[in-house]
């Protein structure tokens, strides 16, 4: 039996999909809630899809196995200790940029872990430790004021 694997297209489709029913799930829950709801259920579905979007958006940035075996040889330029742990902080990383501090110093990890590669997986980690600088800032501002 063969390996089939997702084109790389398919990682926001399916992230989108993905949390269109947990959102749909969580705005479920809030029309169920007998006083009034807290949450719009509209913004449930909107924060769902958004979140399972970027997330499979990323996930299809970093996925190696959609590259071709040209692009191979340009990955990486020296030798890691473990891809596979590069690798996990990365995409760690990449999963929890929106949580303040946590976000920062996993996306931190994760660009020293990958210092040495080339391509998908080293661009999304430094876009993640980007958004996760911005989302930290703001976070210590509305902390400190």
């Given at each position: 039996?063969?390996?089939m694997r997702f084109?790389?297209?398919?990682g ?7 949390g269109?029913?947990?959102g ?5 829950e809030e029309v ?25 958006f ?21 030798p890691?200790?473990s ?10 990383g ?11 110093v996993?996306?931190a ?5 990958t ?6 997986l080293?661009?999304?980690s ?20």
């Amino acid at each position: 039996m063969r390996n089939m694997r997702f084109p790389w297209w398919a990682g926001p489709i399916v992230g989108a999909l993905a949390g269109l029913y947990i959102g749909a799930k969580v705005a479920a829950e809030e029309v169920a809630k007998k006083p009034a709801p807290h949450l719009s259920p509209t913004g449930c579905i909107v924060t769902g899809f958004a979140i399972g979007t970027a997330v499979g958006f990323l996930i299809s940035l970093v996925e190696f196995s959609t590259l071709r075996s040209s692009d191979q040889e340009t990955v990486s330029s020296s030798p890691s200790v473990s891809p596979v742990l590069d690798r996990f902080f990365a995409l760690i990383g990449i999963g929890l940029f929106f949580v303040p501090v946590v976000g920062l110093v996993l996306n931190a990890i994760a660009l020293v872990a990958t210092r040495h590669e080339r391509g998908r997986l080293r661009t999304a980690s430094w876009i993640a430790a980007a958004l996760s600088l911005v989302l930290s800032a703001i976070f210590l501002g509305i902390v400190l004021s």
